[in-house]
């Protein structure tokens, strides 16, 4: 039986799943995020201010969606200052758009500017029970832990421009995705893209999606950081609870710019099949040491005729300006049903 996994027939829109506005440190408000990205052809974007959760879905209308979210960071302490800080930053997609209680928010972590932003948008204290963060493994888990229960997904971001190691996430728990393409720290380390590291955990057994985002701040007004790193996320419509449940349940593919308009499965015949925009390499990734490629100019679909050993597998595209385009990895257990 062919299985579709990336379904043309849904309808895929661009994703921006990390932004920041000036309710933290960026420089636009949401409002005029929103008109930027649209005119970008943007229909969603994930508003990922430090620290607090803001509601933007006053945004949502028929043609956007405004994902109510916020990034937490925790930090090592460090003697040396921010060049050596190690830290870690996830971002959490809340599924009730208008929540405002942050499952790790500590007002320690709130900027004087954030707090009165916060009164004057809702005219109440900021919900926060205080949790008392520290960079260890329990708490880092436990925020995850909290948040899941509330039905927040929960990302790792940027994990080389935080200096992770292996030893600060591989044991983690609960991580929906891992961002394996941040676009503002990629312009600042030049080593943000990170299938690597995706690969390490799914070979470690971490069952988890990946996406890209733009991390954008847009300092002084610039767009450098925007319109980068694309999520594409399937609906059947557009709304805040198809688009979260599409998240959920993996109707998503990331990229810096080829299109993958088809991914199917045939479980009898063990075809892998692709249709995607002109690019110049296709990749098939399974478990350990499987890469099958297809090379070749303006290719624009190949198929992958599996061992079934591949335990699971996941597509990259490669276009002729080396961006990249991913889709998260399938279990061949579960499309074998
Ligand atoms: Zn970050
Ligand atoms: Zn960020």
Same mark, same amino acid.
Not at 129 to 136: A, G, K, P
């Given at each position: 039986?062919?299985?579709?996994?990336?379904?043309?027939?849904?309808?895929?829109?661009?994703?921006?799943?990390?932004?920041?506005?000036?309710?933290?440190?960026?420089?636009?408000?949401?409002?005029?995020?929103?008109?930027?990205?649209?005119?970008?052809?943007?229909?969603? /974007?994930?508003?990922?201010?430090?620290?607090?959760? @803001?509601?933007?879905?006053?945004?949502? *209308?028929?043609?956007?969606?405004?994902?109510?979210?916020?990034?937490?960071? =925790?930090?090592?302490?460090?003697?040396?200052?921010?060049?050596? /800080?190690?830290? =870690?930053? !996830?971002?959490?997609?809340?599924?009730?758009?208008? %929540?405002?209680?942050?499952?790790?928010?500590?007002?320690?972590? @709130?900027?004087?500017?954030?707090?009165?932003?916060?009164?004057?948008?809702?005219?109440?204290?900021?919900?926060?029970?205080?949790?008392?963060?520290?960079?260890?493994?329990?708490? =880092?888990?436990?925020?995850? $832990?909290?948040?899941?229960?509330?039905?927040?997904? #929960?990302?790792?971001?940027?994990?080389?421009?935080?200096? $992770?190691?292996?030893? &600060?996430?591989?044991?983690?728990?609960?991580?929906?995705?891992?961002?394996?393409?941040?676009?503002?720290?990629?312009?600042?380390? +030049?080593?943000?893209?990170?299938? %690597?590291?995706?690969?390490? !955990?799914?070979?470690?057994?971490?069952?988890?999606?990946?996406?890209?985002?733009?991390?954008?701040?847009?300092?002084?007004?610039?767009?450098?950081?925007?319109? +980068?790193?694309?999520?594409?996320?399937? #609906?059947?419509?557009?709304?805040? *609870?198809?688009?979260?449940?599409?998240?959920?349940?993996?109707?998503?593919?990331?990229? !810096?710019?080829?299109?993958?308009?088809?991914?199917?499965? &045939?479980?009898?015949?063990?075809? /892998?099949?692709?249709?995607?925009?002109? #690019?110049? &390499?296709?990749?098939? /990734? +399974?478990? %350990?040491?499987?890469?099958?490629?297809?090379?070749?100019?303006?290719?624009?679909?190949?198929?992958?005729?599996?061992?079934?050993?591949?335990?699971?597998?996941?597509?990259?595209?490669?276009?002729?300006?080396?961006?990249?385009?991913?889709?998260?990895?399938?279990?061949? &257990?579960?499309?074998?049903?």
């Amino acid at each position: 039986m062919k299985k579709v996994l990336i379904d043309p027939r849904l309808k895929w829109c661009k994703a921006n799943l990390h932004c920041h506005t000036n309710q933290s440190d960026g420089f636009y408000t949401p409002t005029e995020i929103k008109k930027h990205y649209m005119e970008q052809g943007y229909s969603i /974007v994930a508003f990922s201010d430090h620290e607090m959760i @803001f509601d933007n879905s006053y945004l949502t *209308d028929e043609n956007f969606v405004a994902i109510t979210a916020t990034e937490y960071s =925790i930090s090592l302490p460090s003697p040396n200052g921010f060049r050596d /800080v190690v830290t =870690i930053h !996830m971002n959490l997609f809340s599924k009730d758009p208008h %929540n405002l209680f942050h499952p790790g928010a500590n007002l320690d972590t @709130f900027s004087n500017k954030q707090k009165e932003l916060f009164k004057e948008k809702y005219h109440m204290d900021i919900p926060c029970d205080n949790y008392q963060r520290v960079f260890t493994q329990e708490s =880092i888990q436990e925020v995850i $832990n909290r948040a899941n229960s509330m039905g927040f997904l #929960v990302q790792l971001n940027h994990p080389n421009w935080s200096l $992770n190691i292996r030893d &600060d996430y591989m044991n983690l728990k609960g991580l929906w995705a891992l961002e394996i393409f941040n676009y503002l720290t990629e312009l600042e380390t +030049g080593a943000e893209y990170c299938p %690597n590291i995706y690969d390490d !955990m799914l070979r470690h057994g971490h069952k988890l999606y990946c996406t890209m985002g733009d991390d954008n701040h847009n300092y002084q007004g610039s767009f450098e950081g925007s319109f +980068g790193g694309i999520t594409y996320i399937g #609906v059947e419509s557009l709304t805040y *609870d198809h688009v979260y449940s599409a998240m959920k349940n993996g109707n998503l593919y990331c990229t !810096m710019g080829p299109i993958i308009k088809e991914l199917s499965y &045939d479980n009898e015949k063990k075809i /892998v099949h692709v249709e995607c925009s002109e #690019v110049v &390499d296709i990749i098939l /990734v +399974g478990y %350990n040491r499987t890469f099958y490629h297809v090379y070749g100019e303006d290719l624009t679909h190949a198929e992958f005729i599996l061992n079934g050993q591949e335990k699971y597998f996941r597509i990259a595209i490669k276009d002729k300006y080396g961006r990249y385009g991913n889709t998260h990895a399938y279990y061949l &257990d579960e499309l074998d049903k």
